[in-house]
């Protein structure tokens, strides 16, 4: 349930500190994440990162989002990512190919877009306080009854979205299919072509009219 504003932020709770607590370590896991040359331990601070906002919901009584966040983006996405990894052959050490000359622009960017939502999420909800010691915020029922309300559009939205996103996947992995198939077609008509001239040249090497060795 939510509170009007009675409480300061100078005398904080043992959740809040908690919070921000793991807030920090998720923060100092999402810049290793970006920072570090190597790729399987760029993926490890992502679960990470991605575990601390878990916790971070925990704390925010979001049970139902803090576990569609562990089953869905660490237990999936990040496997997946894994995977690919491990399929594609990544280097295991550092990658001097895991590094950008725009650094500092990409920075900048990122600095900017954090101050730009912390200053609007501060800006709605100032004076807007959580009964952490109340009922789950969180809950399904809650969720639901706010999710297909008053964000159906979007919900609908987003889900086209990514089928779209999908369908482009499966159309654009055919197509790499299609070409890999037809270059290694015709590299073996190539290999098959000068294997022939081989074997002819031999065969006229080894004629008896020709090599000396072969007379009577």
Excluded: C
Excluded at 8 to 23: K, Q
Excluded at 161 to 179: C, N, T
């Amino acid at each position: 349930m939510m509170l009007a504003a009675t409480q300061g932020f100078l005398s904080p709770t043992g959740v809040e500190i908690a919070f921000l607590l793991v807030g920090l370590a998720t923060l100092g896991a999402a810049v290793m994440t970006v920072t570090t040359k190597q790729l399987v331990h760029a993926a490890l601070w992502l679960v990470v990162a991605l575990g601390g906002l878990a916790v971070e919901y925990l704390l925010l009584t979001a049970e139902f989002i803090a576990w569609v966040q562990v089953l869905i983006y660490v237990g999936s996405v990040v496997v997946l990512l894994l995977f690919g990894l491990m399929l594609t052959k990544a280097p295991i050490g550092r990658s001097p190919d895991a590094d950008s000359g725009n650094r500092w622009v990409a920075l900048a960017v990122a600095v900017t877009a954090a101050a730009a939502l912390v200053w609007v999420v501060v800006d709605a909800f100032r004076t807007t306080w959580i009964d952490l010691d109340g009922p789950a915020q969180g809950s399904t029922d809650v969720i639901g009854s706010i999710l297909f309300r008053h964000w159906v559009l979007p919900f609908e939205a987003l889900s086209v979205l990514l089928l779209s996103a999908l369908v482009g996947a499966i159309v654009l992995s055919r197509k790499r299919g299609a070409d890999s198939g037809a270059d290694s077609a015709k590299g073996s008509a190539r290999d098959s072509a000068k294997g022939s001239g081989t074997d002819s040249a031999q065969g006229r090497g080894a004629d008896p009219a020709t090599d000396p060795e072969g007379k009577s």
